[in-house]
T-cell receptor, first 113, second 111 residues
Framework: NAGVTQTPKFRVLKTGQSMTLLCAQDMNHEYMYWYRQDPGMGLRLIHYSVGEGTTAKGEVPDGYNVSRLKKQNFLLGLESAAPSQTSVYFC????????????FGSGTRLTVV | QQPVQSPQAVILREGEDAVINCSSS?????VHWYRQKHGEAPVFLMI?????EQKGHEKISASFNEKKQQSSLYLTASQLSYSGTYFC????????????FGSGTRLQVQP
């Protein structure tokens, strides 16, 4: 089925470890986003991309890096995980036309101990 | 700046109506509405664009007051399946920049 696929779905990290979250979409969407969701705080934008090879910072970018080397993939990296990065991470994508919303992936639940 | 949603939570009986509001302090180009069920990803409901018409399908509709930078989501004759958390996302341009989401409104529909 067409959509946005996130891997892994769950992960437990120790403080200081690094990891990469992968987001892949097969809808040929130009725009891709990484959000984190914490209880009572809605979705907060980490980084986003408006096309292959481009990235931009969002509301809460510190401690994260991203790359979009291929149009269909958007990677989110944590270089040195901290307990404050415990969260649910959602990737989303969107096409250029104005009448469509975001398609979200199923999320990655990350716990940093 | 994050849009403000109200109410934070609402409990309904099946068949009752509800209104969820979303307001921004910045000039908006678009307002999106999403529903998220527990443990799942948000799902797109509808988008309202500046200068566009009120949207709706079945018993869920929304409006966008451009002068007040406010949007409202209307749920009529609620069903059990409407339960979940509703988020508005606001955009300030044609889409190159990302949406800013409100903190959500938790809606519970009881039999």
């Amino acid at each position: 089925n067409a959509g946005v696929t996130q891997t892994p779905k769950f992960r437990v990290l120790k403080t200081g470890q690094s990891m990469t979250l992968l987001c892949a979409q097969d809808m040929n969407h130009e725009y891709m986003y990484w959000y984190r969701q914490d209880p009572g705080m809605g979705l907060r934008l980490i980084h986003y991309s408006v096309g292959e090879g481009t990235t931009a910072k969002g509301e809460v970018p510190d401690g994260y890096n991203v790359s979009r080397l291929k149009k269909q993939n958007f990677l989110l990296g944590l270089e040195s995980a901290a307990p404050s990065q415990t969260s649910v991470y959602f990737c989303a994508s969107r096409g250029i036309t104005g009448d469509y919303g975001y398609t979200f992936g199923s999320g990655t639940r990350l716990t940093v101990v | 700046q994050q849009p403000v949603q109200s109410p934070q939570a609402v409990i309904l009986r099946e068949g009752e109506d509800a209104v969820i509001n979303c307001s921004s302090s910045k000039a908006l180009y678009s307002v999106h509405w999403y529903r998220q069920k527990h443990g799942e990803a948000p799902v797109f409901l509808m988008i309202l664009l500046k200068g566009g018409e009120q949207k709706g399908h079945e018993k869920i509709s929304a409006s966008f007051n451009e002068k007040k930078q406010q949007s409202s989501l209307y749920l009529t004759a609620s069903q059990l399946s409407y339960s979940g958390t509703y988020f508005c996302g606001t955009g300030m341009d044609t889409g190159r920049r990302a949406l800013t989401f409100g903190s959500g409104t938790r809606l519970q529909v009881q039999p």
